[in-house]
Every structure is written in structure tokens, then in C-alpha cells.
């Protein structure tokens, strides 16, 4: 197994963000400042310093108005089990969610280490300690489940065509849209909400939203099935070393 110690990591981050990296940049002469250790993933800082080199770029530097669902979502966190967290950010999720670790499908995202799940765990537990607050779970759960699409489409009629189909927001039946996002964004987009973009979290039963969430995956394209979104799928196989 070749992994990088994940020191290398953290040093590499630390050097793009004070932006002298490399003995090279330094003038002929120039003393060396004493090498400070970086923070571990098992502090604050550790994990906020990854946080900005991993996963702000999509994610928004403070969780919000990235590319995805928030995840400064108290109520998200309060439901998803670290294992489920873990999964996603090591092999990732759909087309655009990448995956960290050895386990990535086409190979790891990050481009200096195969993180292990030990080293997710603690990043997903410093989020947690960052973002979540205790509570009662949604009642809906975490995981995504699929229910009878064909009662799915009234479900929709009834509750969300009022805003989705008469633009007050966004289209969320535009082959596109569901060509990018996952069952599992759909899910967490129903049951969450968008705290970010003023919508609510969802009133409806766990039944329902199961129907809702098939109803709309009944409705992406072919050449983006579900099989297609599904990291777990298996992969073309991977062109070039990804491993350096
Ligand atoms: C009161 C208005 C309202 C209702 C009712 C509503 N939504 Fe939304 N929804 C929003 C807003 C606002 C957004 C944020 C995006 C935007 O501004 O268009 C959104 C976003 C979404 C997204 C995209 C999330 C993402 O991460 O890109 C999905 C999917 C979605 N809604 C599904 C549903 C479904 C399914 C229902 C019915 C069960 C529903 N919504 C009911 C207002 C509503
Ligand atoms: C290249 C852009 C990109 C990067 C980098 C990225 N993400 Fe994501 N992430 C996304 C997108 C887009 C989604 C939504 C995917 C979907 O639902 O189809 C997502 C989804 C997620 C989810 C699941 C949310 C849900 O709905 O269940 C988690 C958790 C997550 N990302 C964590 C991370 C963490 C932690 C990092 C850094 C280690 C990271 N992401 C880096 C783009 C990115």
C-alpha cells in the first residue's frame, strides 16, 4: 500500500497558503525559518486548514453557496451518521463530488496522499465539532430510499409545484439538473431544505418524500441513469496514474 504520510499533507497545504514553497524560492544565503509542525486533523485548525484546501473550492469557505447542499446544516449533521459521511467523502458522490481516498473511483481526488478512513473519520468528526449541534434527527432519516414514482408525481403536484413549476424556483425537473445531482442530493434537498437559499426543511412523511425523490429520478435522462451517478458502479478503467 502507498500512501503518504499525511504530515506531507498538511506541510503541502501550509506551504501553497503562506505561498513559499520550496527550498528554490529562497534567496542563496536566506536561513531557513525552524520548521513548525502543522496542526493534526485532530485539532480545530487542522481540519479548517484542510477544510480550505480540499474542500472549500466547491463547498464555500464556510460551508455555504458552493456547488452543493450546505454543510453548516446543524439539522444534516444531527442526522447523517459519521460512517455514511465518511463513505461519501472517500469514494465521493455523482459526477461532481469527488472522492479522497485509495478506495476513489478512477483513483483519489486529493493530489498528494491516499487519505485512509482513519484520517476521514477525523475530518468528518472536526465538521461535526465545526458545524453540528445535538438534537432530534430528521425524522426522515439519512440515507436515501426510492419509493413508487407514479405517487411521487402527485407528491409533487401538491407540494412542490407551487414554487418548482411556476417560477418562483428553480426548475428541479430540468433533465440537467438531474443529470448532476444525485437520489441522495435530491433526498437531502427535500428533507433539509436549503437553509442557505430560504428553503425549508420538509413537512412531508418519510413515504412521501421516498415517492417525491423517485418520482424525479424517473425523470433523468438515460444516458445519466442512477447507475451512471453511483460511485460504487464499477469504473472505466482509470487513464494515467493518478498515484504520483
Ligand atoms: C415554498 C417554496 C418551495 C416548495 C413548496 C418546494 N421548494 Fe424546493 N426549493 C425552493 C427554493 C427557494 C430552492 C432553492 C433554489 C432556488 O432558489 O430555486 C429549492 C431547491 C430545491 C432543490 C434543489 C436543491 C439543490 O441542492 O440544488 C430540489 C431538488 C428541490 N427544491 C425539490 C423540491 C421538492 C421535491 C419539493 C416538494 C416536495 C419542493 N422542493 C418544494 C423552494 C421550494
Ligand atoms: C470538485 C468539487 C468538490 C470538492 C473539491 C468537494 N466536494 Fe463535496 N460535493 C460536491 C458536490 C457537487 C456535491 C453534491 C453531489 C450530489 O449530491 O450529486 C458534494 C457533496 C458532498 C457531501 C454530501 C452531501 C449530501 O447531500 O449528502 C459531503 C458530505 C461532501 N460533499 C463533503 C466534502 C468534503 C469534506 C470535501 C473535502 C474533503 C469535499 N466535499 C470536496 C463538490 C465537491
Known amino acids: 500500500m502507498k500512501r503518504s ?27 531557513e525559518a525552524a520548521a513548525v509542525p502543522p496542526p493534526g486533523l485532530d485539532t480545530p485548525e487542522g481540519v479548517a486548514n484542510f477544510w480550505s484546501s480540499n474542500c472549500a473550492g466547491c463547498h464555500g469557505a464556510d460551508g455555504q453557496l458552493g456547488a452543493a447542499r450546505p454543510l453548516d446544516d446543524p439539522l444534516w449533521w444531527r442526522t447523517m451518521p459519521d ?17 479522497f481516498s485509495a478506495r476513489a473511483k478512477g483513483g483519489p481526488y486529493i493530489a498528494y496522499a491516499n487519505l485512509g478512513d482513519a484520517e476521514i473519520e477525523l475530518v468528518v468528526k472536526g465538521l461535526r465539532a465545526r458545524w453540528g449541534t445535538p438534537g432530534e434527527p430528521a425524522a426522515a432519516g439519512a440515507a436515501v430510499r426510492l419509493g413508487d414514482a407514479a405517487r411521487g408525481a402527485s407528491v409533487f403536484a401538491n407540494a412542490c409545484a407551487s414554487c418548482h413549476a411556476n417560477g418562483t424556483a428553480a426548475s428541479v425537473t ?13 433526498w437531502s434537498a427535500v428533507v433539509f431544505g436549503r437553509p ?41 478503467p482509470a487513464t494515467g496514474d493518478s498515484t504520483p
Open 174 to 186: 430540468d433533465p440537467m439538473f438531474l443529470a448532476n445531482i444525485t437520489d441522495q442530493g435530491l
Open 196 to 236: 442557505d437559499l430560504g428553503k425549508a426543511a420538509t413537512t412531508l412523511s418519510p413515504g412521501e418524500v421516498a415517492d417525491v425523490v423517485a418520482h424525479l429520478a424517473a425523470m433523468r435522462p438515460a444516458w445519466a441513469s442512477a447507475a451512471a451517478l453511483d460511485p460504487a458502479a464499477p469504473s472505466k
Open 5 to 31: 504520510p499525511l504530515v506531507m499533507v498538511l506541510s503541502m497545504s501550509t506551504c501553497v497558503a503562506l505561498s513559499a514553497c520550496g527550498r528554490g524560492a529562497l534567496p542563496p544565503g536566506a536561513v
Open 83 to 99: 460512517a455514511q459521511v465518511v463513505e461519501t467523502v472517500a469514494v465521493g458522490l455523482g459526477r461532481l463530488m469527488p472522492g
